[in-house]
């Protein structure tokens, strides 16, 4: 493997489950990132971890709870979603978490709340 | 406010015709403008990182300029495989690495 990748690809859930969206990094990066895409809106960044420890949580609902158990792994927790949240999850990571590092994405997690 | 505008929403060009897509944006401090090429069901990729006024990038049938105020991505006889959705996104000097995005160009090169 190689880049970002995520798992699954594709997730359908109900309002009351409880699922988990993973992250692998191969990249030898320290920061990771979660990010929404939803349509006709501009990709809206969730997360951010540098070195294990998340630095930045841009007023996420507490549906949405991340882990990052070392600087190669992040998942997305996820439990009663609403339809809302319906939505293309995308995983990326940098080098470092600072400024003017570029980014690299995974392929995405789509998502569909029932 | 920090925003970032990308236009048009949507561009169809006949392969072999040459075009421009626009990137303005407004934000306190600019120290990166990035451009990612998304593919349906994929995830962003990236394409170029420009850092000051002036500064230009080409790769293959792409070449990107910065101004000030605005970025342009100048597509230059392009094929089919060229269609995508181009985002846009600028990184701001306040907080950690984030990244602010546009709504992105569609573009469609039909044969």
């Known amino acids: 493997e190689t880049g970002v990748t995520q798992t699954p690809r594709h997730l359908v859930m109900g309002m009351t489950n409880k699922k988990s969206l993973k992250c692998e990094q191969h990249?030898?990066?320290?920061?990771m990132y979660w990010y929404k895409q939803s349509a006709k809106k501009p990709l809206e960044l969730m997360f951010v971890?540098?070195?294990?420890?998340?630095?930045e949580n841009n007023s996420v609902p507490s549906r949405f709870s991340p882990e990052c158990p070392n600087s190669s792994h992040l998942f997305l927790h996820l439990h009663t979603l609403q339809p809302e949240d319906s939505a293309l999850y995308l995983c990326?990571?940098?080098?470092?978490?600072?400024?003017?590092?570029?980014?690299?994405f995974g392929p995405g997690t789509r998502l569909l709340v029932l | 406010e920090d925003q970032v505008t990308q236009s048009p929403e949507a561009l169809r060009l006949q392969e072999g015709e040459s075009s421009s897509l626009n990137c303005s944006y407004t934000?306190?401090?600019?120290?990166?403008l990035f451009w990612y090429r998304q593919d349906p069901g994929k995830g962003p990729e990236f394409l170029f990182t420009?850092?000051?006024a002036g500064e230009e990038k080409e790769k293959e049938r792409l070449k990107a300029t910065l101004t000030k105020k605005e970025s342009f991505l100048h597509i230059t006889a392009p094929k089919p495989e060229d269609s995508a959705t181009y985002l846009c996104?600028?990184?701001?000097?306040?907080?950690?690495?984030?990244?602010?995005f546009g709504t992105g160009t569609r573009l469609t090169v039909i044969p």
């Open positions: 990326a990571s940098s080098q470092e978490s600072s400024i003017q590092e570029t980014q690299y």
């Open positions: 990249l030898g990066h320290n920061a």
């Open positions: 971890y540098s070195l294990e420890e998340r630095v």
């Open positions: 934000v306190s401090g600019l120290r990166g």
């Open positions: 420009l850092y000051s």
């Open positions: 996104a600028v990184q701001v000097q306040t907080g950690a690495n984030n990244l602010f």
